[in-house]
């Protein structure tokens, strides 16, 4: 029973609306509850001490919502600590949750234990519902389940796959026939991709197999690898992006045939962003992506050789990810799928980036950029980048424009995709996935489709 409670959908009207109006209920009645005690000396002296807890508690309301606002304002306009324009939807929820927060500490000094025990249960009532707007406003969580899981796919054997030939090709649809004992979805695991090379201390990846990989004698597949955005995880683009269900479709109309999938993790920890570079301070992600991830796919998985068979996507912090490394080693990626990347690599202030990843050297830095990458191995042959981002994203906007336009000048063959109504969030990236993998995956060498997935 308590594996389905963590289930229940968090994202529907018919959670959300209760929550909120409790939430909103428990505050009012923080505000305007009793105000204070009939006094001895007149009724009219309890009416001045009313108005003045009222008043007090009302300030405290004005003062925590701009409190609120401020923090939003400096950590993510200023500091950029998240990478993230925060719509109006989340400062709102923030600026709601300071102000019950002033509410609370205002009221516990007021006293009164019947007061004291409203305050506390607005202030629980309106956090819950503050993380389940943001929740929605960013379409990260459909459940509890996945909110506190942060691994949730079983260590599995990759079954019958094996290494390919040096040769090997992706399979001919035309000729492929799928056995009746195929099954009927992808199947989807987690395991260890060992730092053999770089010494990178990663956390398990999650690889998806489709339905024709999972046979006795599985095909020779493209392969797609796939990275989250930062703070996340290798789950992330299965989880919030639900690229696994995308591709599932994409196999029950193609006999069971899709890319076979890649999650592998870039960052070493949810708080870290080694943005994807070999550094000394943060480790060599990139060296773990380029060869300890792409050696074990080519060991353990039966894909194909040649660069027409392998794709990278990501989104934001792995958008910027994988577009270095798409522009970099274009004799491994002839596809990319980039979602709200940025213009270059980013941990903060741009000081700050050059000292922690490129041990102080701004050359280096400027050389790291996809931009300049992309000048420096133009022309491209038989290349794909399928860009995206939010409609309402203007950081975004900017970068995604300045580097279609680059890849465009480069000789790339070039797409774009925008998710309408939506911002730097994972409503942006089912939109992208569902409307951008088809393209994709025809340049892998599988069956082209019309449409969306």
């Known amino acids: 029973m308590f594996t389905e409670l963590l289930r229940i959908p968090i994202v529907t009207p018919g959670v959300l609306v209760p929550v909120d109006v409790v939430a909103g209920l428990l505050a009012l009645w923080a505000v305007v509850?009793?105000?204070?005690?009939?006094?001895?000396?007149?009724?009219?002296?309890?009416?001045?001490?009313?108005?003045?807890?009222?008043?007090?508690?009302?300030?405290?309301?004005?003062?925590?919502?701009?409190?609120?606002?401020l923090a939003v304002w400096w950590f993510g306009d200023v500091q950029d600590d998240f990478g993230?324009?925060?719509?109006?939807?989340?400062?709102?929820?923030?600026?709601?949750?300071?102000?019950?927060?002033?509410l609370c500490i205002t009221v516990l000094v007021q006293g009164g234990w019947g007061r004291r025990s409203v305050a506390i249960a607005a202030l629980a009532g309106v956090a819950l519902?503050?993380?389940?707007?943001?929740?929605v406003d960013f379409g990260a969580y459909r459940t509890i389940e996945q909110a506190i899981t942060t691994d949730p796919y079983p260590a599995g054997s990759l079954g019958h796959q094996h290494a390919a030939?040096?040769?090997?090709?992706?399979?001919?649809?035309?000729?492929?026939?799928?056995?009746?004992?195929?099954?009927?979805?992808?199947?989807?695991?987690?395991?260890?991709?060992?730092?053999?090379?770089?010494?990178?201390?990663?956390?398990?990846?999650?690889?998806?197999?489709?339905?024709?990989?999972?046979?006795?004698?599985?095909?020779?597949?493209?392969?797609?690898?796939?990275?989250?955005?930062?703070p996340g995880q290798p789950s992330d683009m299965f989880q919030a992006g639900e690229l696994g269900e995308d591709l599932d479709t994409y196999a029950r109309a193609h006999h069971g045939l899709a890319p076979i999938v890649v999650s592998p993790d870039q960052l070493g920890a949810p708080n870290r962003n080694p943005m994807c570079v070999d550094s000394r301070r943060l480790g060599r992600s990139a060296t773990y992506v380029m060869t300890d991830t792409v050696d074990w796919i080519r060991q353990h998985l039966d894909v194909a050789a040649a660069p027409s068979g392998w794709g990278i996507a990501g989104f934001s912090q792995g958008a910027t990810c994988a577009m270095q490394f798409s522009t970099e080693h274009p004799d491994v990626f002839g596809s990319a799928l980039a979602i709200s990347s940025e213009l270059t690599v980013k941990n903060g202030s741009e000081a700050?980036?050059?000292?922690?990843?490129?041990?102080?050297?701004?050359?280096?830095?400027?050389?790291?950029?996809?931009i300049a990458t992309m000048r420096r191995h133009a022309p491209y042959r038989q290349h794909l980048?399928?860009?995206?981002?939010?409609?309402?994203?203007?950081p975004y906007r900017a970068s995604t424009t300045a580097l279609r336009a680059a890849a465009g000048r480069a000789g790339m063959q070039t797409s774009?995709?925008?998710?309408?109504?939506?911002?730097?969030?994972?409503?942006?990236?089912?939109?992208?996935?569902?409307?951008?993998?088809?393209?994709?995956?025809?340049?892998?060498?599988?069956?082209?489709?019309?449409?969306?997935?």
């Open 33 to 69: 509850g009793p105000l204070g005690r009939r006094s001895r000396r007149g009724v009219g002296r309890t009416i001045v001490s009313g108005r003045g807890r009222l008043a007090v508690r009302g300030g405290a309301l004005l003062v925590g919502a701009g409190v609120g606002l």
């Open 84 to 102: 993230v324009a925060f719509t109006p939807v989340t400062r709102m929820w923030v600026a709601f949750l300071g102000a019950t927060v002033a």
């Open 129 to 135: 519902a503050t993380g389940l707007g943001i929740n």
């Open 165 to 230: 030939p040096a040769d090997a090709m992706v399979v001919d649809a035309a000729t492929w026939a799928a056995p009746a004992s195929m099954p009927d979805h992808g199947r989807t695991i987690s395991v260890q991709i060992p730092g053999t090379v770089s010494h990178f201390h990663a956390r398990r990846a999650v690889v998806w197999l489709p339905p024709a990989a999972l046979t006795a004698h599985p095909p020779t597949l493209p392969v797609l690898v796939a990275l989250s955005g930062q």
């Open 352 to 370: 700050h980036t050059v000292k922690v990843g490129f041990d102080g050297s701004r050359s280096a830095y400027e050389a790291a950029a996809p």
């Open 385 to 394: 980048t399928v860009f995206g981002f939010g409609q309402d994203d203007a």
């Open 416 to 453: 774009l995709i925008v998710s309408p109504g939506s911002a730097h969030d994972w409503n942006t990236v089912r939109y992208v996935l569902t409307h951008g993998l088809p393209q994709v995956v025809a340049h892998l060498g599988l069956p082209a489709q019309a449409g969306a997935l």
